[in-house]
């Protein structure tokens, strides 16, 4: 009985294989599981009730995956500006206009920023396609939400640029750079051209409009300086005749015929007064060389003050030339009216009109009449060669 008594303890401690011990816990764990599973289709299943049309339930409805929420007027807005860009940078330009004009069209109106860069963006398309008013038009828009917006400044400058409107373009680009502290290369030399266009346009006009004024008097006289062979600035004296200048030796020859007239005449005259004189006189016999010679030279000052009082008086008689009166203003540094003289010298056909014109031409440059007195020195200088 012992025997058998431990038998069956060991059987019963030890003799079970690990399979049926895991068999007999696994079970009643599977069966929990499949149980589990079986419950929750069931409940499934009843709640699956169609209505009476054979509709879905209310609660089925309730299991359907629920649309996305809708976006926000903003969001809206940005995502076409978005969308615009593409066109942008795809060069569809009108495409991306549209879409910047619905961004601008949906963005709430108390959104200035956003609006101010739709604004903008819209410009730079319009841009691209020279659209330049409607650059202006947008830029201002976008400047009206946000004034210091350097882009938009900028782009409005070159567009005013472009239509010519240099002032307005000038104030765009310098508030720009004010705002941008000088950084940016391409508003500076904007800037810096459209003030050598409006500097140079406004020379021109000033030009044109201005009264020609004579220089001060020491720069003129600083100018003829210059010029050491200058005819104008050489004393009247020294400045020759063109009536006799190719005259000279056709003067000379009254000269050298003169004084044999002279002494004949003097020789017949000492001749009568000897014989009227042979009777009671011996002193007329011997008239020696000596006293002819100094009969001759004293008729020879009668006759040249002769002909020198005629001078006198026929240039007494005669008026002035008006060279000679520009001249002498030109000796007494009385500049304004020598242009005045020299045409009268012209239109009379005077002997100094050559030279009248080449100084008329002289303080027509210095006045700065260049159209007048360019020709002037063109057909001097030609006159002068001939």
Same mark, same amino acid.
């Given at each position: 009985?012992?025997?058998?008594?431990?038998?069956?303890?060991?059987?019963?401690?030890?003799?079970?294989?690990?399979?049926?011990?895991?068999?007999?816990?696994?079970?009643?764990?599977?069966?929990?599981?499949?149980?589990?599973?079986?419950?929750?289709?069931?409940?499934?299943?009843?709640?699956?009730?169609?209505?009476?049309?054979?509709?879905?339930?209310?609660?089925?409805?309730?299991?359907?995956?629920?649309?996305?929420?809708?976006?926000?007027?903003?969001?809206?807005?940005?995502?076409?500006?978005?969308?615009?860009?593409?066109?942008?940078?795809?060069?569809?330009?009108?495409?991306?206009?549209?879409?910047?004009?619905?961004?601008?069209?949906?963005?709430?109106?108390?959104?200035?920023?956003?609006?101010?860069?739709?604004?903008?963006?819209?410009?730079?398309?319009?841009?691209?396609?020279?659209?330049?008013?409607?650059?202006?038009?947008?830029?201002?828009?976008?400047?009206?939400?946000?004034?210091?917006?350097?882009?938009?400044?900028?782009?409005?400058?070159?567009?005013?640029?472009?239509?010519?409107?240099?002032?307005?373009?000038?104030?765009?680009?310098?508030?720009?750079?004010?705002?941008?502290?000088?950084?940016?290369?391409?508003?500076?030399?904007?800037?810096?051209?459209?003030?050598?266009?409006?500097?140079?346009?406004?020379?021109?006009?000033?030009?044109?409009?201005?009264?020609?004024?004579?220089?001060?008097?020491?720069?003129?006289?600083?100018?003829?300086?210059?010029?050491?062979?200058?005819?104008?600035?050489?004393?009247?004296?020294?400045?020759?005749?063109?009536?006799?200048?190719?005259?000279?030796?056709?003067?000379?020859?009254?000269?050298?015929?003169?004084?044999?007239?002279?002494?004949? $005449?003097?020789?017949?005259?000492?001749?009568?007064?000897?014989?009227?004189?042979?009777?009671?006189?011996?002193?007329?016999?011997?008239?020696?060389?000596?006293?002819?010679?100094?009969?001759?030279?004293?008729?020879?000052?009668?006759?040249?003050?002769?002909?020198?009082?005629?001078?006198?008086?026929?240039?007494?008689?005669?008026?002035?030339?008006?060279?000679?009166?520009?001249?002498?203003?030109?000796?007494?540094?009385?500049?304004?009216?020598?242009? $005045?003289?020299?045409?009268?010298?012209?239109?009379?056909?005077?002997?100094? $009109?050559?030279?009248?014109?080449?100084?008329? $031409?002289?303080?027509?440059?210095?006045?700065?009449?260049?159209?007048?007195?360019?020709?002037?020195?063109?057909?001097?200088?030609?006159?002068?060669?001939?």
């Amino acid at each position: 009985m012992a025997s058998n008594a431990g038998s069956s303890e060991n059987v019963s401690e030890g003799s079970w294989p690990k399979w049926m011990l895991a068999v007999a816990v696994g079970a009643p764990v599977a069966l929990g599981i499949a149980g589990a599973i079986y419950y929750s289709k069931k409940k499934s299943k009843v709640s699956e009730r169609k209505d009476p049309e054979g509709g879905p339930t209310e609660e089925k409805s309730t299991t359907e995956p629920s649309p996305p929420p809708e976006l926000s007027p903003s969001a809206k807005a940005q995502a076409e500006k978005n969308k615009g860009n593409k066109y942008f940078k795809g060069a569809k330009y009108e495409s991306a206009i549209k879409c910047y004009t619905e961004a601008i069209t949906i963005c709430p109106p108390e959104n200035a920023k956003e609006l101010s860069t739709f604004y903008q963006n819209r410009a730079a398309a319009h841009e691209q396609l020279k659209n330049y008013s409607a650059v202006i038009e947008d830029c201002t828009k976008a400047l009206e939400y946000n004034a210091q917006y350097p882009k938009a400044l900028f782009r409005r400058a070159k567009a005013y640029e472009k239509t010519g409107e240099k002032m307005k373009c000038l104030e765009d680009v310098t508030a720009t750079c004010i705002l941008e502290g000088f950084q940016n290369q391409n508003s500076m030399l904007l800037a810096d051209k459209v003030l050598k266009e409006m500097g140079k346009e406004k020379a021109e006009k000033k030009y044109q409009s201005r009264v020609p004024a004579m220089p001060s008097k020491q720069f003129i006289k600083s100018y003829f300086s210059s010029f050491s062979q200058d005819i104008i600035s050489q004393p009247f004296e020294e400045i020759p005749d063109p009536e006799t200048k190719t005259e000279t030796q056709p003067e000379t020859q009254p000269d050298t015929e003169t004084v044999p007239k002279t002494e004949d $005449a003097t020789e017949e005259e000492t001749q009568a007064e000897t014989e009227g004189e042979t009777e009671g006189t011996t002193e007329t016999e011997t008239v020696n060389s000596a006293d002819v010679e100094e009969i001759v030279e004293t008729k020879k000052v009668e006759l040249k003050d002769d002909e020198d009082k005629d001078k006198d008086e026929t240039e007494e008689t005669r008026p002035e030339s008006g060279y000679i009166k520009a001249k002498k203003l030109f000796d007494q540094a009385d500049y304004e009216d020598i242009i $005045a003289e020299c045409t009268k010298e012209m239109e009379s056909q005077g002997k100094y $009109a050559d030279t009248a014109m080449l100084m008329r $031409a002289t303080f027509y440059m210095l006045k700065g009449q260049i159209d007048l007195g360019r020709p002037e020195i063109g057909r001097a200088s030609c006159r002068e060669r001939v």
